[in-house]
């Protein structure tokens, strides 16, 4: 019997998500290829097979987690018609699992660090791009829902994307803030407050 082909598409996934578990423990610098390689159950070569460096199964872990975490959200918003509930809803998604999760603020931190001192490295730059790019498009697409449904006063895409830009921005930085100062505020309430003045006075 001739062995089943093997999926490289899906091998290339599985690889990415047990590193991405290695990355969330150990942290980017300490983890070895040959861990990942025993998290995934494959041999160190294999590992090489699939991604040519440690930096390239690095940005691919990223890119799939944070795929992974726009598509939880999305399907949260399945089940919600109403445009403000669902944008509130996208949001608190995104604070609850950096609040849920004790591994989330530890891997941000570390993401971020990496960018920072990799800034020239087109692997992590457009890792980078494309990370923000896709928060930016799903709250882009929820504006524009509304806009349809008579929810939200915008005058046309170009201010629907830069509010998607500037709301993605704010998230990003008050939970490096929020991680930064040891908790020093509250997180959700600074969110929530944020939210009331976006919906009251940007898009009503």
């Known amino acids: 019997m001739s062995a089943k082909p093997v999926d490289k598409d899906q091998k290339r996934r599985d690889i990415a998500l047990a590193a991405m578990e290695v990355f969330s423990e150990l942290g980017f610098e300490s983890a070895s290829m040959s861990r990942v390689a025993e998290r995934a159950g494959v041999g160190k070569g294999t590992i090489y097979e699939y991604f040519p460096s440690k930096d390239e199964l690095i940005a691919s872990s990223i890119r799939l ?21 669902r ?28 960018f920072m001192t990799n800034l020239h490295d087109t692997t992590y730059g457009d890792t980078l791009k494309t990370m923000f790019g896709n928060g930016v498009q ?53 969110v929530d407050h944020y939210m009331k003045y976006l919906l009251e006075d940007s898009l009503k």
């Open 65 to 85: 987690w944070m795929e992974q975490m726009i598509a939880e959200a999305e399907n949260t918003l399945e089940k919600i018609h109403e445009p403000e509930e």
């Open 87 to 114: 944008l509130r809803s996208y949001v608190q998604s995104f604070v609850d699992m950096f609040l849920l999760d004790e591994k989330m603020p530890r891997l941000i931190v570390s993401i971020f660090q990496i």
């Open 138 to 190: 799903s709250i882009e697409k929820i504006l524009l829902d509304g806009v349809k449904a008579g929810a939200f006063r915008i005058r046309d895409r170009a201010e629907a994307r830069r509010i998607a830009i500037n709301l993605t921005a704010f998230l990003d930085g008050i939970c490096l803030d929020y991680m930064a100062t040891g908790g020093l505020f509250d997180l959700r309430e600074q």
